[in-house]
């Protein structure tokens, strides 16, 4: 079965310092893989999703990138943070067909 | 576009009483649909899945689910409730071949349990 693994669990920065948040994965080949934030108190705002390496398609406009420069690593990016990227970052990985995404257990971003 | 309404943000159920928690949605044609629970500050994990064939469909910790495609539902079911069922639960709708295999998630619902 497919393990997911993301680094760091918790992470504090400053305004305007760069971000790159890990996610990889293991026991799948090939898998479509997301990246979702989740802002307190609310559901899930999927962000970046990714069918391949190199393959990345942006869900809404806003101040991260991703990129997958290997099968089964997937990182969230930006080079200046900005308070309203505060939030809880799950990546997620689908292997195959008629399979369902998995989650990593998250890792909570604070703004100062 | 799909879409996805749970309409109870909050539900409060006595330990050992039964939950129900619902889940409309929105989809143009035969959707894949998902439930997912969420412990505070983890992961959503999987609790069950309906791609095709028997409507009730069972899952992990003794959940079950409901398609019932005139209704546009995906009802949510646990007989009895354990303290640790407490947790945000969440509905999701996807479709096969769609670009990416997306899944739209619900707001989700929060279940407190009382002892």
């Known amino acids: 079965s497919q393990t997911i693994h993301q680094w760091p669990a918790t992470l504090v920065q400053p305004v305007g310092s760069p971000l790159s948040l890990e996610c990889t994965v293991e026991?799948?080949?090939?898998?479509?893989l997301y990246w979702y934030r989740q802002a307190a108190g609310r559901g899930l705002q999927l962000l970046f999703y990714?069918?391949?390496?190199?393959?990345i398609s942006s869900e809404v406009p806003q101040n991260l990138s991703a990129s997958r420069p290997q099968d089964r690593q997937f990182i969230l990016s930006s080079k200046k943070l900005l308070l309203s990227d505060s939030g809880f970052y799950l990546c997620?990985?689908?292997?195959?067909?008629?399979?369902?995404?998995?989650f990593g257990d998250g890792t909570r971003l604070s703004i100062l | 576009a799909q879409s996805v309404t749970q309409p109870d943000i909050h539900i409060t159920v006595s330990e050992g009483a039964s939950l129900e928690l619902r889940c409309n949605y929105s989809?143009?044609?035969?959707?894949?649909l998902f439930w997912y629970v969420q412990s505070p500050g983890q992961g959503l994990q999987l609790l069950l899945k309906?791609?095709?064939?028997?409507?009730l469909v069972q899952g992990i910790k003794g959940f079950e689910a409901e398609f019932k495609r005139s209704q546009s539902s995906f009802n949510l079911r646990k007989p009895s409730v354990h303290w640790s069922d407490a947790a945000e639960y969440f509905c999701?709708?996807?479709?096969?071949?769609?670009?990416?295999?997306?899944?739209?998630f619900g707001g989700g619902t929060r279940v407190l349990v009382k002892p």
């Open positions: 990714s069918v391949g390496i190199g393959q």
């Open positions: 989809y143009g044609a035969t959707p894949y």
């Open positions: 026991g799948t080949s090939n898998p479509n």
């Open positions: 999701a709708v996807g479709a096969a071949g769609a670009a990416g295999n997306k899944l739209t």
């Open positions: 997620a990985c689908k292997g195959g067909v008629n399979q369902p995404q998995h």
């Open positions: 309906y791609f095709s064939g028997d409507t």
